[in-house]
């Protein structure tokens, strides 16, 4: 073909309006899809989890004297992080352990021991009726409930207690369920707030869910007396609400496996007695009561109706655990099943559990004295309290104060995890507060 030709047809082609304008819609739509990528891309920083921010900042104060009652952790009387003797123990017996893969579920020894764990004697009738499942720890196991709910049980919305755990809120909002906070904790009186929840859970429609903590309340230490936790279950059962039990402090709260499982066993009874009941979870973390805190040891349990098997709701549970991370970790599950399933080394953890409770009741007891002597003032709250935390009623700005003036880093909240106080600090923080109190 001559050239001249060529170059008229390349001119017709390229020049003419129509390829114009389709080359246009097309630099077009490149552009905005462009534009649309960046401003994706482009998100505003999301503001630093509080306590690990608080606790970044501490490690980078020099302050002699600084003090963290940050972390919800046990420190020893020296403050120092403590191996319990039995989890010691437990960790020579399984040196050469493998490091092969465990399955979707879990350690079937593990999981069995679990459950035995938080249900005691109810467990020989939840054979049919209970799917439990090892997870990642208490968060893992609140997550996947929250998955499976949300997609299973699709209540209309989620009531999660004011103040609490901080994940429950993001778990909850991440599953896409509608969330309502009702009121636990009463400031004034510093104890539940029994009328406000009932009040707020009144509220609740068929299958609606309700997270409840077993024992130990995080933040606030408060938990409820059995007449208070008998008025809960009477309204939960009259309007068939689905209870998630989030359970992170088993014999770590009192010392008393048994009794710090009672709740859990008195709405799993009610459950088991009722055909129309929609069932409750129970999301179980080992890391307090074992002190195995990076080894992200938990377990998962649904329990169902007496007409209902709950089969196939385990193999969901294990569809969305394996969607979500394959295989639950090997090492710290098999530590809890050696403690466990041996005589002595149960007896032992026991023990333990003994010794960490008892010691954070007795730093209760001196703060109490040595806070009532500096400001004249009635904190027989902060002994009451069970488990790791305690509210002090401290406000934000006077939070802040012992921050920036004596290196004593607590939540905003005023929560104090009071496994941070020892005999070497403990007139040093109460003499910090007393300060900021009579200065407010």
């Known amino acids: 073909m001559p050239l001249h030709r060529i170059f008229i047809n390349l001119q017709s082609k390229y020049f003419s309006p129509g390829y114009r304008c389709n080359k246009v819609k097309q630099y077009s739509l490149l552009a905005t899809n462009t534009k649309m990528s960046a401003q994706y891309l482009d998100l505003a920083v999301a503001p630093a989890d509080t306590a690990f921010g608080l606790m970044a900042d501490f490690e980078a104060d020099s302050h002699p004297k600084k003090v963290s009652l940050i972390a919800g952790a046990y420190r020893n009387q020296n403050g120092d992080p403590w191996v319990l003797p039995s989890v010691k123990e437990a960790k ?77 809120k993001s778990i909850w909002q991440m599953a896409g369920v509608p969330i309502v906070e009702y009121p636990y904790y009463s400031p004034s009186t510093k104890e539940v707030d029994m009328a406000g929840m009932l009040q707020s859970l009144e509220q609740a429609k068929l299958n609606d869910v309700v997270i409840l903590q077993a024992c130990a309340h995080n933040p606030t230490g408060v938990d409820f007396s059995k007449v208070q936790w008998e008025q809960v279950a009477e309204l939960v059962q009259r309007k068939k609400l689905f209870i998630v039990f989030d359970s992170a402090y088993q014999g770590f709260a009192t010392g008393d496996v048994d009794g710090d499982a009672w709740a859990v066993r008195y709405f799993t009874e009610a459950v088991l007695a009722s055909e129309s009941h929609p069932g409750l979870c129970v999301a179980q973390s080992f890391s307090k009561n074992f002190g195995l805190y990076g080894e992200r040891v938990g377990a998962l349990h649904l329990f169902v109706p007496r007409s209902l098997s709950a089969q196939g709701a385990r193999s969901e549970l294990m569809l969305i655990s394996r969607a979500e991370y394959s295989n639950p970790p090997r090492y710290g599950a098999s530590i809890v099943e050696t403690v466990l399933g041996d005589q002595d080394l149960r007896s032992q953890w026991k023990a333990d559990l003994d010794t960490m409770s008892s010691r954070i009741h007795h730093m209760r007891n001196l703060l109490r004295k040595k806070l009532e002597e500096e400001t004249q003032r009635d904190w027989s709250n902060v002994e009451k309290q069970i488990g790791m935390f305690s509210y002090t009623g401290l406000t934000a700005a006077q939070v802040s104060r012992l921050r920036e003036e004596y290196h004593v880093y607590l939540l905003p909240s005023g929560r104090m995890s009071v496994c941070g106080l020892n005999e070497s600090n403990i007139d040093y923080v109460a003499n910090a507060i007393g300060e900021v109190f009579r200065n407010a």
């Not at 049919?128 to 209309?156: D, W, Y």
């Open 92 to 168: 020579k017996r399984i040196s050469d352990a493998t490091h092969e893969y465990l399955g979707i579920a879990g350690s079937p020894g593990f999981v069995k021991q679990a459950k035995e764990l938080v249900f005691g004697p109810l467990t020989a009738y939840l054979q049919e009726n209970a799917a439990s499942i090892q997870t990642v720890s208490g968060t893992g196991a609140n997550h996947v409930a929250a998955t499976f709910l949300a997609k299973h049980l699709r209540p209309s919305q989620v009531f999660i207690p004011s103040p609490t755990w901080i994940n429950h």
